[in-house]
């Protein structure tokens, strides 16, 4: 039976009980995988990689490498915020790389959404694959794979999770919770003793903000982009949208329009807030956000962010548009 498809008979983990029974199922099969050997997490922070960190702690302890790419394409904060968690709190074996030179100068004028992917997704390969061989006896590679990756890596969009490693890549994969949606993830999250800002974080895309800086990325549009998507986190945080709302977030387009700034003429790129509900990731509603709240982001956004003058408000739901721009 092909071991990316999720067998009928396999219940929905919609309480604790049966997510303590999958973690130690889970635990044993990564034991037996694994053994004494070391496995090399890519930990994004993000919700799925935080729960394969602590399963994968659970079930083989030090022998866990976390590595940390700050790509450059990470939410404001996020990266310190990771060191904060898993360095400190946690007591993860932890190695973190800035990488965000490297990352952008390639990325530099890549405006094809999969282009972009590609890069993102080849790229993280490769600095894994280097701090691997700073490393000794590592045989494994761990990812925060989950089932939506894998169904939409079939012709909806690629995923650098999904698809395997080149060939002549060492790893062999390590994909505990590939066969679970998001809302069993944080379940299993749970269950592991995660704090809860951790497992009800937002989904984050592993290109990050490269999917959502639209077009051929520059610096100066990403800056702006980080800012105001943590000013719509904030915002939410404060009204209670963000118990409500499973995904919320900022796009910025590769276009301008003019505007009015201080009695003068402006120009700047639009911010798009897209705000959606679902269970499973392959279908989306919108939320709705109430005006006054609408009224102050846009306020805050186009007075507080250097190149924003206007702010949008996406209403498509899934289908038939996809959770992410590109």
């Known amino acids: 039976m092909d071991s990316n498809v999720r067998p009928e008979s396999m219940k929905r983990i919609v309480n604790l009980e049966l997510a303590n029974a999958f973690i130690e199922q889970e635990v044993n099969k990564v034991r037996a995988q694994v053994k004494d050997k070391k496995v090399l997490l890519a930990l994004s922070g993000g919700v799925d990689s935080s729960v394969v960190a602590a399963l994968l702690i659970k079930a083989i302890g030090k022998n866990l490498v976390c590595v940390h790419v700050n790509h450059g394409l990470m939410r404001k904060g996020e990266s310190e915020q990771v060191i904060e968690v898993f360095g400190k709190e946690l007591d993860a074996n932890l190695i973190y790389v800035d990488a965000t030179d490297r990352f952008l100068n390639l990325l530099a004028g890549v405006s094809a959404p999969e282009q972009k992917r590609k890069i993102i997704g080849g790229e993280f390969i490769k600095v894994f694959d280097e701090e691997a061989k700073k490393l000794t006896d590592i045989d494994f590679l761990a990812q925060g794979t989950i089932y939506p990756d894998i169904l939409e890596s079939k012709g909806v969009k690629a995923h650098h999770n999904v698809g395997g490693l080149p060939e002549d890549m060492k790893f062999e994969l390590v994909e505990p919770i590939k066969l679970l949606y998001k809302d069993e993830v944080r379940i299993v999250g749970k269950a592991l003793g995660l704090p809860d800002n951790m497992v009800f974080r937002q989904p984050f895309p592993?290109?990050?903000?490269?999917?959502?800086?639209?077009?051929?990325?520059?610096?100066?549009?990403?800056?702006?982009?980080?800012?105001?998507?943590?000013?719509?986190?904030?915002?939410?945080?404060?009204?209670?949208?963000?118990?409500?709302?499973?995904?919320?977030?900022?796009?910025?387009?590769?276009?301008?329009?003019?505007?009015?700034?201080?009695?003068?003429?402006?120009?700047?790129?639009?911010?798009?807030?897209?705000?959606?509900?679902?269970?499973?990731?392959?279908?989306?509603?919108?939320?709705?956000?109430?005006?006054?709240?609408?009224?102050?982001?846009?306020?805050?956004?186009?007075?507080?962010?250097?190149?924003?003058?206007?702010?949008?408000?996406?209403?498509?739901?899934?289908p038939i548009g996809t959770i992410e721009w590109e």
């Open 206 to 318: 592993g290109p990050g903000l490269g999917v959502r800086c639209l077009g051929a990325i520059t610096r100066d549009r990403l800056h702006a982009l980080r800012e105001a998507d943590a000013i719509l986190r904030e915002e939410f945080e404060i009204c209670g949208l963000a118990e409500k709302v499973w995904q919320y977030f900022i796009a910025v387009p590769d276009m301008k329009s003019v505007g009015v700034r201080n009695d003068m003429r402006y120009e700047g790129w639009p911010a798009i807030i897209r705000a959606v509900n679902t269970v499973d990731a392959m279908t989306a509603t919108i939320e709705e956000i109430p005006y006054e709240v609408l009224h102050k982001i846009t306020a805050r956004i186009t007075n507080e962010v250097e190149g924003i003058n206007r702010v949008l408000l996406d209403l498509t739901p899934k």
